[in-house]
């Protein structure tokens, strides 16, 4: 019996999403408190939509597990896990949601789009957002970041903007990358695409800050791109102002077809020779 | 030699503003690192706008602290203050300016009014920001709050919403109290007064809630006005979603005048024989 989990977390006092021996993590404070709510016999394994890094916060991020028949029906487990984990689980980790998903539902490889959102401030410090809000120390021009943004959108190689990784691909479908001065005062960037590799959203708001403040020119942050090693004049901003705000999926029909689509490699189209 | 300080904190780790023995408090703490940082033989006080009270936070507190006669010019200790604040002090709470005011500035018996805005939410728990909002159970009509609203309005006794203290007038110049559903889909109450009384804010939004969730009537609401007692019907909300956001003074020649009215004690216009 297949669930899917909707989750919210702070990412402040975790080690990121994936469990490590000795460190908590989102996953593994999430299995451990599955294991004893359920009573389980063997461990479970949540697989979700985006490994947020240390420090990275969600609102949300998408889970699924695999449970055992426990001889109950799929909708009653849902509602009766979700009301134990509101009463279990800390105050910095909330499950929003636990659902019977369509069949063929993967939390990972059925997730067609990932939407992020970067805060940043280039004000006097606030006190009350400092742990989701990364202070910048120069003046931030949002139109200038916004024009220089638009270079970067489409199906590309961004290997200049990721930590690398034997043998996986860097290509991906970046959908949008604006940024807003809002009524707060701070910037924040919406970053979305079909999916992320490593440190990839904070690298490319590095990239924009050095050309929101100046300190690079728009053609620069072009180059980057189809680049296919990771650059190291790329700023990685700090994983404090980073939230992973929405996972999306496509109609239950086909799901099954974007797996299978997720788990092949992405190319670039070839060049007509 | 008088200075202004604009203050921000996160109250989460603070017992509120008042200086305690043996407790950590706004005042306390800033009153140590004027000690510590300007080398000063004797302690000095600051006195503030609006005294916070445990896990209240603040985007504007204001405070004025009189110092010694060093034989610097003024405006210079202002910036090296300012400097020095900013390395010295822990995260949770931020000095954004130190100024030298206009002769007759007193950052309490000057202030012509405050402003607060309370945050709550009746959506599924956030833990991004579970440390300044504070949650509902029941939905919230904002229509049927702001509604209720206006017959708080205007020059009144606030008995019913205010801690008692012997001697002390509760009668405020309630000037602004309007909810709004904000895009990220909690509630914010903001509230503007001359001055309030201990536990106003708090009373005041839980007066509303108990109308916006339908547990009580507008009419309830209405008839604690004017009322000379506390009234135990009010709930009153928690802490931590509250925030003093902004203090308002006068134009620098009218700073005297008004420090003398507020020292006098408000009274509710007599009724005519």
């Known amino acids: 019996m297949r669930l899917r989990l909707d989750i919210a977390y702070h990412g402040g006092d975790f080690h990121g999403w994936a469990a ?5 993590t989102v996953q593994g404070e999430l299995e451990g ?24 916060h969600a609102r949300g991020q998408v889970a699924h597990v695999d449970l ?5 029906e799929p909708n009653g487990v849902a509602v009766e896990l979700a009301r134990r984990l509101r009463r279990a689980l800390p105050g910095d980790v909330v499950v929003r949601r636990v659902s019977v998903p369509p069949p063929g539902f993967d ?13 940043l401030t280039d004000r006097p410090a606030d006190p009350l957002t400092r742990t989701m809000v990364a ?19 489409g199906l590309h ?18 959908q949008l990358l604006v940024a ?15 999916a992320f590799c490593h440190s990839m959203v904070r690298s490319l708001v590095g990239g924009l800050v050095e050309v929101g403040t100046g300190r690079r020119s728009p053609e620069w942050l072009a180059e980057l791109v189809d680049r296919d090693l990771r650059s190291g004049e790329v700023p990685v901003m700090p994983a404090l102002g980073l939230v ?15 797996a299978t689509q997720a788990r092949a490699r992405r190319e670039l189209p070839k060049e007509q020779p």
């Open 20 to 24: 490590q021996p000795g460190l908590r």
């Open 33 to 56: 408190w599955l294991g004893r709510l359920l009573r389980l016999a063997e461990p479970v394994t949540l697989v979700c939509a985006g490994r947020t890094d240390a420090g990275v």
């Open 68 to 72: 055992p028949d426990s001889g109950t």
């Open 107 to 119: 939390a990972r490889f059925s997730a067609i789009w990932r939407r992020y959102v970067y805060r």
């Open 135 to 153: 202070p910048v120390r120069t003046a931030v021009d949002v139109a200038v970041i916004n024009e220089a943004a638009t270079a970067l959108l």
């Open 157 to 174: 190689d961004f290997a200049a903007f990721c930590r690398a990784r034997v043998g996986a691909t860097t290509i991906r479908q970046l």
């Open 180 to 194: 807003d001065r809002v009524p707060a005062g701070h910037v924040e960037v919406t970053v979305r695409a079909d």
């Open 244 to 258: 992973l705000e929405e996972v999306g999926y496509p109609v239950p029909e086909l799901l099954g077809q974007r």
